[in-house]
Nanobody, 123 residues
Framework: VQLQASGGGLVQAGGSLRLSCAAS????????MGWFRQAPGKEREFVAG????????VYADSVKGRFTISRDNANNMVYLQMNSLKPEDTAVYYC?????????????????WGQGTLVTVSS
């Protein structure tokens, strides 16, 4: 599976962005998907995850109620809708695929990674 993240940019605090992740391959629906982020000087952290069929989702406490993860298996896409953005959301955001299928928070569990897209939230 190859992943291509896009949709990052510069936005003011309180604004919204939608990140997209396009996956190649016919087995996209076999993978749980996750979004991670890495802020400058910090370790990469889990943001949100979605199960193979999109039935189950998990969010980091820091984004719960503001971010929504979704997927479109027919078109091999996963999305991260980010609302009420805060300066502390500034980071490079990565999408990742986990063949295990369940939603796991540990980045080492994921098999494939996209290249990252930069989100900058100004105050």
């Amino acid at each position: 599976v190859q992943l291509q993240a896009s949709g990052g940019g510069l936005v003011q605090a309180g604004g919204s962005l939608r990140l997209s992740c396009a996956a190649s391959g016919r087995t996209f629906s076999y993978y749980a998907m996750g979004w991670f982020r890495q802020a400058p000087g910090k370790e990469r952290e889990f943001v949100a995850g979605i199960s193979r069929r999109g039935v189950n989702t998990v969010y980091a406490d820091s984004v719960k109620g503001r971010f929504t993860i979704s997927r479109d298996n027919a078109n091999n896409m996963v999305y991260l809708q980010m609302n009420s953005l805060k300066p502390e959301d500034t980071a490079v955001y990565y999408c990742a695929a986990d063949y295990y299928g369940g939603i796991r928070l540990y980045e080492g569990s994921y098999d494939y990674w996209g290249q990252g897209t930069l989100v900058t939230v100004s105050s």
